[in-house]
């Protein structure tokens, strides 16, 4: 399995993606106005895995620049799609990864991951990237299923269903160790959070700020 066998499962999968329904609409809604409040009008922002837009275009009017990536071509096409019947001026999607940004001159005052970080095959590799491409005291925010403080049969069912092409790759930590490689990383986490309405879904929301 590779980065490449990644991006085509998400190419597979984009169609159903875009048709399924969030989870927990409040919660959702309470991570949007809390990312709201930390993104200033005139700040350059980066979604990495935004999936088909829906995240970018409910935030992209808040912002100077928004810039809205994914590694799946199919992901990106539907969000052009999306994009093309929005007004979104400040909006772009592009197919793109944290390590390939990084070797370019951008910089931005956020980077955001929502349902991200669990799906990168390289952690310290893929948050050392999100460090080069902040500015200076820049914003990592971000909010991750931490598959290691879910239901143990979570853990054992995703290796067979990840044999049959049923699940993408999906790294398994705990919340306690996401923060350690966030901190190892140059990050001062400056809040931990809770954005689930009902008890605790294991998905903590971290803002966190380049050292």
């Not at 409040?26 to 999936?51: F, I, M, N, Q, S």
């Not at 902040?134 to 403080?149: N, R």
């Not at 143990?152 to 999906?170: F, S, T």
């Not at 008890?199 to 380049?210: E, F």
């Amino acid at each position: 399995m590779s980065t490449g066998s990644d991006a085509r499962f998400w190419d597979r999968t984009s169609s159903r993606y875009a048709t399924s329904a969030v989870a927990d609409p409040a919660g959702y809604e309470r991570t949007l106005d809390r990312t709201r409040a930390l993104l200033k009008p005139d700040a350059k922002v980066l979604e990495l895995g935004c999936g088909t837009g829906t995240t970018a275009l409910r935030l992209a009017g808040h912002v100077d620049a928004y810039l809205a990536t994914d590694i799946s071509t199919g992901m990106i096409a539907i969000a052009n799609e999306k994009h093309a019947a929005a007004h979104a001026p400040t909006l772009a999607f592009q197919t793109a990864t944290a390590e390939a940004l990084a070797s370019e001159a951008a910089r931005f005052d956020a980077v955001l991951g929502f349902n991200y970080l669990h799906l990168v095959r390289d952690l310290p590799s893929t948050l050392r990237s999100i460090h080069t491409l902040l500015a200076a005291e820049g914003l990592f925010i971000s909010k991750t299923p931490c598959v290691g403080d879910m239901n143990p049969l979570i853990r054992l069912a995703l290796p067979v269903m990840r044999a049959i092409g049923k699940a993408p790759h999906a790294g398994i930590f705990r919340a306690k160790e996401l923060g350690e490689h966030i901190d190892a990383a140059g990050f001062e986490i400056l809040a931990t959070e809770n954005h689930a309405t009902k008890g605790d879904d294991n998905r903590p929301y971290i803002v966190a700020r380049k050292k």
